[in-house]
């Protein structure tokens, strides 16, 4: 027979059983660990992608102070360059000057045999006949002077055209940052303006550009806006619309 069941003891309720015989914590547990575990992967998750984006932006920082550094070695080569070419271009401007002063002296010359052969015309003579020679031959020093110069004069508009020239402009307009982009430097860096005086009201904003002789598109960045000079000549239309640059 089987044995009687044993009363619960005074002051405690009995167990009540759960639904499929489990714990009511048995399925709560895990749901914590889990979620817990899940932040865990998102906190490390962000933190590699922090990593991520600090290495990036220094190796970003360390290939921009290169190319500025390379930007600036470039532009005191340019700049020992231009130095160069307008000694040579000096050289060349005296030469060409000397040859010019040569071939007056020679003209003179000439001109001056010549009137003395024309003050003893019916006499022949040896003189006359050297005279004859001498002349021709300063006039054969006369033309070969005056190809060398004009040789000379070419050299020196095509170095004068290579040197750099100091191009100023002028800005008048309510602004309290201006930049010059242009096709000067690939619209990449620009140049700066700097406010000089106000003028009727306007703020004046100046700045020298170093370019060698060409046409340039560029566009004033004012305020962070981008846009052009009415009174400068334009090239395109809308947001196309440059304004031109001629340097000679």
């Known amino acids: 027979a089987a044995a009687p069941a044993r009363p619960a003891p005074a002051g405690r309720a009995p167990a009540r059983p759960s639904k499929g015989g489990a714990s009511p914590l048995a399925g709560a547990a895990p749901s914590l660990i889990e979620k817990s575990e899940s932040e865990s992967e998102m906190a490390a998750s962000q933190r590699r992608l ?13 290939r921009l102070a290169a190319s500025n550094k390379f930007a600036k070695f470039l532009e ?3 700049q ?28 003179d010359a000439a001109e001056a045999v010549e009137k003395e052969q024309a003050g003893g015309l019916g006499e022949t003579s040896v003189t006359d006949t050297k005279s004859v020679n001498a002349v021709a031959r300063l006039e054969t020093v006369t033309r070969r002077l005056d190809l060398m110069s004009k040789a000379l ?8 055209a290579a040197c750099i020239k100091t191009v100023p402009i002028r800005w008048v307009g309510m602004a309290s ?37 060409g046409t340039y598109e560029i566009k004033f ?22 304004n031109l640059l001629i340097v000679e």
């Open 50 to 62: 922090f990593e991520q984006m600090v290495t990036l932006r220094t190796r970003l920082n360390e």
């Open 76 to 78: 005191f080569t340019l």
């Open 80 to 107: 020992q360059r231009d130095v160069d070419l307008k000694h040579a271009n000096e050289r060349l401007v005296a030469a060409m000057l000397e040859i010019d002063s040569l071939r007056a002296i020679v003209q």
């Open 153 to 160: 004069k070419k050299d020196v508009e095509k170095i004068d």
């Open 177 to 213: 940052d201006i930049r010059i982009m242009g096709s000067f430097d690939h619209w990449t860096k620009g140049v700066a303006m700097s406010p000089e005086h106000i003028e009727g009201g306007s703020n004046v904003f100046v700045a020298d550009m170093n370019l060698v002789a």
């Open 221 to 242: 960045v004012v305020d962070g806006i981008w846009q052009t000079a009415q009174e400068w000549p334009t090239t395109g239309d809308g947001l196309d619309a440059n």
